[in-house]
Each structure stands twice: as C-alpha cells, then as structure tokens.
Nanobody
C-alpha cells in the first residue's frame, strides 16, 4: 500500500510565495517521475511541473521562471517552490508519482496525493 501526503497549501497575497511538499510512504522499490498538477474550478487538471528520475524538469509555460520543482529521493519527497504567485495560480494542487512496488517492479504505477488548496488573493 502506497500513500502520498501533501502539505504546504494556503492563502497568500499576489506576489507571495508558498512551498508545497508531497511525501510517499509504504512499500516502495523505486520512484520514477514526480510531478505537480493543478485544477482550478471549472477547468481541467493540468500538469504544472515534472521532474524525472534523472532530475530533468519541465514546466507549463505559465509558471516558468516562477515555480521550481525538486525532489529528495532519500525522503521520497517532491517539492514545488512557488514564487511571484498570481491570482490565476489559484487551484487545488495534486502531486503525482510513478512508483514501482515490489509486487510490480520494474513496472510502475501512478499514485496521486489528496490535493492541497492554493488561493492567491488580496
């Protein structure tokens, strides 16, 4: 059983910063790609940032230069540092990890966090 737990969301003023964290626990053999998605009311869930097992990163254009994704493999944790936040960044943010458990290794399965609300408003 694998569980992803997120933290770090909240209310922040425009121009402010937040740091999201997501930690995986359970029976884990390896973790491949890690990512953050977001879903605003009435919109589809979109990929915000991705980091591969080789530490290659990719960002949606709207957050480039403002958000930074990183990972700590020893802690099975992915972070999203969000700076210069804008009202349009308001959404529920979900972490996603492709995890290989002993039962399916070397194959991996996508797991999701429960979501954390980020609200950017004055």
């Amino acid at each position: 059983q694998v569980q992803l737990v997120e933290s770090g969301g909240g209310l922040v003023q425009p121009g402010g910063s937040l740091r999201l964290s997501c930690t995986a626990s359970g029976s884990i053999s390896s973790i491949n790609a890690m990512g953050w998605y977001r879903q605003a009311p009435g919109k589809q869930r979109e990929l915000v940032a991705l980091i591969t097992s080789a530490d290659r990163t990719n960002y949606v254009d709207s957050v480039k230069g403002r958000f930074t994704i990183s990972r700590d493999n020893a802690k099975n944790t992915v972070y999203l540092q969000m700076n210069s936040l804008k009202p349009e960044d308001t959404a529920v943010y979900y972490c996603n990890m492709r995890i290989a458990t002993p039962q399916v290794y070397p194959e991996s399965v996508a797991y999701w966090g429960q979501g954390t609300q980020v609200t950017v408003s004055s």
